[in-house]
Structure formats: structure tokens, C-alpha cells
């Protein structure tokens, strides 16, 4: 398999898209990994997994009509495989396998019969456990990699800051030649209205040198300016509070003209249309509840 991943917009060929079959009973709150989880289970609005599935497969039908090649991971029984964002990323040619959660480790095994189909010698891992790095937190954009963190003094004990600087050094060291940007990231156990769990919850490209930001997402309005400055505040739909939690920055591109999104992103959908894009609306609102949406679910292997 040729990979080839250069940016979050070009013309998607292949890719894995999660599953949420046998996904297991509803977690109890200490097994929670993020706030908005913790918030709907203990509402007892905890996502039930016959409506998740029927959301996903809305998704692999869209990917069917734009022809894309797509691949999901081996079932897992009573484990939660959705986020397939998360345990591995492409950029360029390299596929690089995440450092992941530990209690997620098996993730990675179901997609193992992709793997084997990519030159071994472009699969990367970390090669020690102290470098931790996400899916979510990292975005290829052409000449640059911009990439989620956290650089707060508690790091260690904040379970939703997933990406720390050792992983943002490792990426560099992968792509010398490439711009690559670190963004502190405001994170929160306590509200998911405050927390920015991966840069893909409160930033996205999308379109032709467009963006979609949150800009109280970021703790340093430096690395907010950056992205003012490099896009162009007329090309960013800046999300509110509310569209943050509900996960608008966390559509997904097939293709520069064609973006897969939440059917109740009524504002940012009418955006997007205003800027001849085409949205493919879909449910994803249960699967939203686990603070994660259309790109956390999907991990691009090929775009032109």
C-alpha cells in the first residue's frame, strides 16, 4: 500500500473508519477517560451501542459514494474501537503508531491485517513509553505539522492531556523538513465545555486554506494568533462554547469541495455551504457524547 497523506483536504482514497459493534457495557466513571463521558454516564444518556453502529454505518456509506476504500478493525468483543484517530496516524508515506493510553493497546492489533500491507520499513513507533502523541493532536497542513499539547506543571496527572513535548520533539525528529507547531491546549477533567481533549476538538482545515477554531481552546492567544495570521481571519469560522462541546471542529474532508458533518451543525454546515462546499450530513450526535466525532473515527491512509 501506497500511503500518501499531505494535508487534512485533499481527495480521500482509503481509509479506516472505527467500529462500534460489541463496544461493551456503559463504562463506570472511573474507567472514564474525559469529562463529557463522565457527564453522560452519570445522566444515564451514555450512548447505547445499536445507535452508534447505525451512526458509523451512515458514515461508511458516504465513504461507498465517493468510492473510497475503506478498511475497519477486527472486532474486538466488549471494547470500545471507535476512535480510530487515535492509535495511529499517516504523514506522507510513514505510518506512525501512537503511544497510546495503555489500557488501549489491543486497539492497534485490529487493524494489524493493515499494516501488514505497508512497507515495514515506513511503520514507525516511539521508541520509548515517555513519548506520548495522539492522532488528535496531529495535523499535517502541506508544509506544516501542527500538533495538540499540554504544558501545564500537572501533565502527568492530567488524564486528558494525551500529546506532551517529548511527542511534538518525536514528530520533528520524523520530518526535519517541515514546519512543525506545538499549541498549549486548555484541558479540564471537570468540563468538557472547558476542555480541549485533542487539537481536532477546537481547530480543523477544511476547504481551500480555510479553518474552523475555538479560540479560547488554545491557553496561549499566541498560538491562536499563529493561526490567524497563517489562514487569514476572513477564512476561519470561529465556534462558540457550546459548538466546541458539541464538537463542530470535528467534521471531516474527502475532499476539499466535500466534508462529512454532524446533520445538527446548522450554522457551520450553512458556513460551508456559502463556501461551495458540499456537506454529507450525518447522525453522529450519540457517538458525540464521548467527546470525539467524524475525524476522531477516522484515520486517513491515502488522499491524492
Known amino acids: 500500500m501506497q500511503l500518501n497523506i499531505q494535508n487534512e483536504t485533499s481527495r480521500l482514497r482509503a481509509v479506516v473508519l472505527g467500529t462500534a459493534k460489541s463496544n461493551g457495557p456503559v463504562p463506570k466513571i472511573e474507567e472514564a477517560y474525559d469529562p463529557k463521558s463522565i457527564e453522560h454516564i452519570k445522566a444515564g444518556t451514555y450512548p447505547e451501542e445499536s445507535a452508534m453502529v447505525t451512526e458509523m454505518e451512515s458514515v461508511a456509506k458516504v465513504f461507498e459514494k465517493y468510492d473510497v476504500k475503506v478498511y475497519r478493525p477486527d472486532i474486538i468483543k466488549d471494547y470500545n474501537q471507535i476512535f480510530a484517530r487515535d492509535i495511529a496516524l499517516v504523514i506522507e508515506d510513514k505510518f506512525i503508531k501512537s503511544n497510546i493510553l495503555p489500557d488501549r493497546e489491543k486497539e492497534i492489533k485490529a487493524i494489524q491485517y493493515v499494516i501488514d500491507q505497508i512497507d515495514p520499513d515506513k511503520v514507525y513507533k516511539a521508541p520509548s513509553e515517555d513519548i506520548h502523541f495522539e492522532g488528535g493532536d496531529i495535523m499535517v497542513h502541506n508544509d506544516h505539522i501542527f500538533i495538540g499539547t499540554y504544558k501545564g506543571d500537572d501533565y502527568s496527572d492530567c488524564i486528558v492531556a494525551r500529546t506532551n513535548m517529548k511527542g511534538v520533539a518525536y514528530i520533528q525528529s520524523l520530518f526535519p523538513n517541515k514546519i512543525v507547531k506545538e499549541f498549549d491546549l486548555n484541558k479540564s477533567m471537570k468540563d468538557p465545555r472547558d476542555n480541549a481533549l485533542h487539537l481536532d476538538c ?10 474552523i477554531i475555538h479560540k479560547e481552546g488554545f491557553r496561549d492567544v499566541l498560538d491562536y494568533e499563529y493561526l ?13 462554547k457550546n459548538e466546541m462541546y458539541n464538537m463542530n471542529s470535528n467534521i471531516f474532508s474527502i475532499a476539499e469541495d466535500v466534508v462529512i458533518s454532524e446533520k445538527n451543525f446548522t450554522r457551520l454546515n450553512t458556513w460551508m455551504r456559502s463556501n461551495n462546499i458540499i456537506v454529507e450530513e450525518v447522525p453522529y450526535a450519540e457517538i458525540a457524547k464521548q467527546e470525539g466525532l467524524l475525524r476522531c473515527s477516522t484515520m486517513p491512509l491515502i488522499r491524492d
Open 202 to 211: 477546537c481547530f480543523q482545515p477544511v476547504g481551500n486554506n480555510k479553518a
Open 228 to 240: 490567524v495570521n497563517l489562514f487569514g481571519n476572513e477564512n476561519l469560522f470561529h465556534i462558540d
